[in-house]
């Protein structure tokens, strides 16, 4: 699944913290699986992880024994209004996190 295009232009690990998100909204991820998933240490992902919570673009969920992340409604993107032919450039874009 994707990011939704209007939030693609967020910083890096940010951006990658939902994209991962995003490839497993329905089961979520823990952050030890985001942390091996989004390539950045643990400093950088803690304030990412705050500011995304903060402004509502993802959800967390605990049952006593395992915290899980998911992304907020809106965030993943609805097919129809992705292209069904990417440019080379939104490739990029979606790669690097542009």
């Known amino acids: 699944m994707a990011v939704s295009p209007e939030l693609r232009d967020r910083d890096e690990v940010e951006f990658e913290v939902l994209a991962a998100l995003a490839d497993r909204a ?55 209004e992705l292209d069904d032919d990417p440019s080379i450039l939104q490739h990029l874009r979606e790669r690097f996190g542009f």
């Open 26 to 80: 329905e089961e979520g991820m823990s952050v030890l699986e985001l942390r091996a998933a989004v390539d950045t240490d643990i400093d950088r992902l803690e304030p990412a992880l705050g500011d995304l919570k903060e402004e509502g673009l993802i959800d967390v969920e605990s049952d006593g024994e395992r915290v899980v992340l998911y992304p907020a409604e809106g965030v993943v993107a609805d097919p129809e």
